[in-house]
């Protein structure tokens, strides 16, 4: 019998955990998006996460047993990253770090998503986010259509 308790914890992210972070993201992007291309180099990713995305953004972590098997990484008002290891998605990882987004920045945030990330475009429906603007991909590096999300507090 299970105490109810998920099986992962959440915490702030610890700068020197950056090699598992990049990690993270980079096989989770892999498989939720094999046709998004590769634009930069191993040495690239691992400068843009330890200087970029640990100074410019609140990183969040999901841990089960040591290994970090989500990311969440918060701007001013944008949630910059979400991804959920492959074997550990749809077991409410994603939600639990989309909510402690929504209690950081409890006025509203908006995301960029993939158009063609049809998985991650239906998660952030879900979770009270609409499309607030498509974007033809000249917008990202990329080059790839994406929509811009907005989520916005209830009123009273």
Known sequence: MTSGRPPYSIR??????????????????????PWLPNMHTPEEDAWWVQNKLFVETDVHVAVDAGAIIGVCAIGDDMVEQLYIAPGYQRMGIGKALIDLAKQERPDGLRLYCFRDNHRGAAFYRSQGFIVIAEGDGSGNEEGMPDLLFEWLPATG
């Open 12 to 33: 702030r992210a610890r700068r020197e955990e950056w090699p598992a972070v990049l990690s993270t993201i980079m096989t989770s992007r892999a498989e939720a998006m």
